[in-house]
């Protein structure tokens, strides 16, 4: 059974600095994994998608990496904002399946 | 592009009544709508799957009784929580996906409190 972590589970920083939020997974059989921002009482925004074939996406100040033989994405966030502040969620997707299964999350504070 | 609502965003009901929970994609066909519940604090727990015009597929330990979950058509997708009680109180969303789209899109989330 899949199982996905995310560590820390809560972090709370000051402005820009540079941050680096962790999801591992126990079964390296995935068809991809993406991450999400998750605001209070919201739904979630996709941030990144990593197909299984990839190492890496960026998108502005957010970089994403996958060691799919490790069991691990980070979550790179460069030059945090108090914008920033949310709970970051990963998840990832098992093959021949349209499902996705998430972590923990990792809720996050950045302040001025 | 690639919206997906929820109606309500929040509900309040009595224990023991029903509740329908509506989830659209605004601008493409979601063959596929996946139900989601999330405890306060807690990541998202998978529900249920549906795709249109069959029988919904439900998580183990999800009693697809009391959440009743219609795919009537490429746009819609309902949840019903059925004689709910106050331990039914929770976040519920919704996500869809389009035919050859492996992306899911996700709803705003309703919140659900039983009295």
């Known amino acids: 059974k899949q199982e996905v972590t995310q560590i820390p589970a809560a972090l709370s920083v000051p402005e820009g600095e540079n941050l680096v939020l962790n999801c591992s997974f126990t079964d390296s059989a995935i068809y991809n994994l993406q991450w999400f921002r998750q605001d209070p009482g919201k739904g979630l925004t996709s941030l990144l998608l990593?197909?299984?074939?990839?190492r890496e996406q960026t998108s502005g100040r957010l970089n994403a990496s996958l060691d799919k033989s490790s069991g691990r994405s980070t979550l790179y966030i460069a030059a945090s904002q108090p914008g920033d502040s949310a709970t970051y969620l990963c998840?990832?997707?098992?093959?021949?399946?349209?499902?996705?299964?998430f972590g923990t999350g990792t809720r996050l504070q950045v302040f001025p | 592009g690639a919206v997906v609502s929820q109606h309500p965003s929040w509900v309040i009901c009595k224990s023991g009544t029903s509740v329908k929970i509506e989830c659209r994609s605004l601008d493409f066909q979601a063959t596929t709508m996946f139900w989601y519940r999330q405890f306060p604090k807690q990541s998202l727990m998978l529900m249920a799957t549906?795709?249109?015009?069959?029988?919904?597929?439900?998580e183990q330990g999800v009693e697809k009784d009391k959440f009743l979950i219609n795919h009537a058509s490429l746009t819609l997708s309902t949840l019903t929580v059925t004689s709910a009680h106050p331990e039914d109180s929770s976040f519920y969303i919704c996500?869809?996906?389009?035919?050859?789209?492996?992306?899911?899109?996700f709803g705003p989330g309703t919140r659900l409190t039983v009295t």
């Open positions: 996500s869809a996906m389009g035919q050859g789209n492996y992306e899911q899109y």
């Open positions: 990593i197909q299984s074939s990839q």
């Open positions: 549906s795709n249109e015009g069959s029988k919904a597929t439900y």
């Open positions: 998840a990832v997707s098992p093959p021949n399946t349209d499902k996705l299964i």
